[in-house]
């Protein structure tokens, strides 16, 4: 009777361990859009699809989103294109070509990049990166939306690279050794057998490094020059919405229209990542029925 009533306690408190995060997710999700409905009657929702974000103009305060979000996805876009190749083709070599002993040298490594704290690496592009990035290309400034994407790169390069290469490892071997014995190359082996039935694996990998781009704060609003301007050029300063969040939330006043465009911006975040997150699932069903 007592180890009984001991295994329900367990039961019970694992199941309110697993609920508690829907429960936080969904306060979150109540609290941001409270705070952020008040805008719809005034300013009014039209007022979000402005091109000129300026909420503490004199003249007129205009609360446009379009700025922040061509300047999110533009860094966001850049950084995934970088990512993508580097994360996965590390991934394959650390997995299927490199020696033991590089191996064991190369894993703790991208470890340990994965632990920099954003703020250093954000640091470090301001004092090296743009200054790189203003000679080699010849601009007026090199805080623009290819510094931004360089180190989000950086950032998610990591996350990619080390679930990636763990879905590689977990092919089973006899995938492998069917594909060589019909007489493909090694490489051919890889690219035809090994990364197809690790593509789950590695989808999920690129989705959690475009949610990492995606939510950075610091790097970004370091390197890219905060200039809320609708462009698509790399080499042009941008604002992201998570940098304008960070920049403003520590000053506006309690209550304001400004404060609430805020909380806008930042429903707008929690859409693009839910959106992200059902398209993947998406995707995985699909490629698993398949």
């Not at 508690?20 to 719809?40: D, G, M």
């Not at 592009?125 to 805080?143: D, E, I, N, Q, R």
């Not at 939510?215 to 890219?224: I, P, R």
Request: some cysteine; overall charge positive.
């Amino acid at each position: 009777m007592r180890y009984f009533r001991k295994e329900k306690i367990i039961e019970l408190f694992l199941q309110w361990t697993a609920s508690l995060s829907i429960v936080i997710v969904i306060c979150i999700f109540v609290f941001i859009f409270k705070e952020a409905v008040p805008f719809a009657k005034h300013p009014g929702l039209g007022e979000l699809f402005s091109t000129r974000w300026m909420p503490t103009s004199p003249q007129k305060e205009s609360f446009g989103l379009v700025p922040l979000v061509t300047g999110s996805f533009v860094v966001t876009v850049l950084a995934m294109l970088l990512t993508i190749p580097f994360g996965v083709g590390a991934a394959v070599y650390i997995s299927e070509l490199a020696a033991p002993v590089e191996r064991e040298i190369l894993k703790p490594f991208i470890e340990v990049l994965a632990g920099i704290p954003s703020v250093v690496i954000g640091f470090f592009g301001l004092m090296v990166l743009v200054p790189f990035v203003k000679s080699c290309f010849g601009l007026a400034t090199g805080l623009t939306a290819f510094s931004g994407a360089v180190l989000l790169a950086l950032m998610a390069i990591p996350t990619v690279t080390s679930i990636s290469e763990d879905s590689l490892r977990s092919v089973p071997r006899s995938y492998k050794e069917a594909s060589l014995a019909l007489g493909a190359s090694r490489l051919r082996t890889i690219w035809r057998v090994t990364v197809p039935a690790a593509l789950p694996g590695i989808m999920a990998a690129v989705m959690l490094g475009t949610g990492r781009v995606i939510g950075e704060t610091m790097a970004v609003m370091m390197v890219t020059g905060n200039a809320a301007i609708i462009t698509f050029w790399p080499f042009d300063s941008v604002r992201t919405m998570t940098a304008t969040i960070a920049a403003e939330m520590g000053e506006v006043a309690f209550g304001s229209d400004h404060y609430r465009a805020l909380f806008c911006v930042g429903v707008v975040l929690l859409l693009a990542t839910f959106g992200l997150n059902v398209a993947a699932q998406k995707v995985l069903s699909r490629y698993r029925m398949g």
